[in-house]
């Protein structure tokens, strides 16, 4: 079981930055790749970026993609996520979320955070 928090969420104005922070429970933190995903008003979950348990692999949405700086400190049990040149179309609520590292669908999800870009 592994439960995760998400915070760093808030207001910012267009072309600004935000590190959303995720920490999480559970003894085996490392053997988990970890998400963000985020959702807007009236849409769908849609996926931001993942990082493996190591932290040597990432991959990212093409939305975010040089934007955007997905990474983990194992020691602390957390992921971030570095947004940065933000645009009003980044507005949304964004989730946390791990799978082990064998699986393929995530399994486990933070309440989320909301971040709003003001344009």
């Known amino acids: 079981q592994v439960q995760l928090v998400e915070s760093g969420g808030g207001l910012v104005q267009a072309g600004g930055s935000l590190r959303l922070s995720c920490a999480a429970s559970?003894?085996?933190?490392?053997?988990?790749?970890l998400g963000w995903f985020r959702q807007a008003p009236g849409k769908e979950r849609e996926f931001v970026a993942e990082i493996s348990g190591s932290g040597s692999n990432t991959r990212y949405a093409d939305s975010v993609k040089g934007r955007s700086t997905i990474s983990r400190d194992n020691a602390k049990n957390t992921v971030y996520l570095q947004m940065n040149t933000l645009k009003a179309e980044d507005t949304a609520v964004y989730y946390c979320?791990?799978?082990?590292?064998?699986?393929?669908?995530?399994?486990?999800w933070g309440q989320g955070t909301q971040v709003t870009v003001s344009s």
């Open positions: 979320a791990a799978r082990p590292y064998w699986a393929t669908e995530y399994k486990y």
């Open positions: 559970g003894r085996t933190f490392s053997s988990y790749t």
